[in-house]
């Protein structure tokens, strides 16, 4: 199970940190986070390797993103900083086995989703 949490309204420039907790199951090799906007498709925001911590990005958030992990805690976290409006999202964490994609689809598990807003 993946429990996203952290969510909530902020104003441009402002920053936000996004927890996934991940119980009753082992870590998957890949742990990452999606984002929804309103009438959008589901979209790869960044992605962590389990395994040595390596990180890959989306470019639109590269530079105000950063994806890291807890191991004691199990916790993957999204340090979301300057903040725009384009941020606005339902923000989901996921996980998969394998070899890392960017495309959600690929994800076989995922978190409930958080809601992100942000104002201008």
């Known amino acids: 199970q993946l429990q996203a949490s952290g969510g909530g309204l902020v104003q441009a420039g402002a920053s936000l940190r996004l927890s996934c907790a991940v119980s009753?199951?082992?870590?998957?090799?890949?742990m990452g986070w999606f984002r929804q906007a309103p009438g959008k498709e589901r979209e790869f925001v960044a992605v962590i390797r389990w395994s040595d911590n390596r990180a890959y990005y989306a470019d639109s958030v590269k530079g105000r993103i950063t994806i890291s992990r807890d191991n004691a805690k199990n916790t993957v976290y999204l340090q979301m900083n300057s903040l725009k409006p384009e941020d606005t999202a339902v923000y989901y964490c996921?996980?998969?086995?394998?070899?890392?994609?960017?495309?959600?689809?690929?994800?076989?598990?995922w978190g409930q989703g958080t809601l992100v807003t942000v104002s201008s």
């Open positions: 996921a996980a998969r086995y394998g070899v890392y994609y960017s495309d959600p689809k690929y994800y076989n598990y």
């Open positions: 009753g199951r082992t870590i998957s090799s890949y």
